[in-house]
Nanobody, 123 residues
Framework: QGQLVESGGGQAQPGGRLSLTCTAE???????MGWYRQNPGKECELVAS????????SYADSVKGRFFIHRDNEKRTVLLEMTGLKPEDTAVYHC?????????????????WGQGTQVIVSS
């Protein structure tokens, strides 16, 4: 189906902003896409998702109004803009695809997904 590659993580101060990019290789760019985050020893939590045509977006309550998800199907990228960052946003962020918008589970095990991209929010 293809591969997903995350980039753009780093460190920011509380109140700052970061942008994460997921580049999709292969056919999976046509699927619904989601950004998950994981803290050590925990499952991945879905923070933002977007349907294949970008008509539908969904956000976790913890990031609503601060995080924004976009996709560019020509470039095969999904962008997560993170503003108003808080220390609790610190996590490893992963992107994931699913054939349908509803197929992106709110929580799921993700230890086998790959390294993701680290976000650290600290003063």
């Amino acid at each position: 189906q293809g591969q997903l590659v995350e980039s753009g993580g780093g460190q920011a101060q509380p109140g700052g902003r970061l942008s994460l990019t997921c580049t999709a290789e292969g056919m999976i760019y046509a699927y619904a896409m989601g950004w998950y985050r994981q803290n050590p020893g925990k499952e991945c939590e879905l923070v933002a998702s977007i349907s294949n045509g970008a008509a539908r977006r969904s956000y976790a309550d913890s990031v609503k109004g601060r995080f924004f998800i976009h996709r560019d199907n020509e470039k095969r990228t999904v962008l997560l803009e993170m503003t108003g960052l808080k220390p609790e946003d610190t996590a490893v962020y992963h992107c994931k695809s699913a054939p349908t918008f509803g197929g992106l589970s709110v929580r799921q095990p993700c230890d086998s997904w790959g390294q993701g991209t680290q976000v650290i929010v600290s003063s």
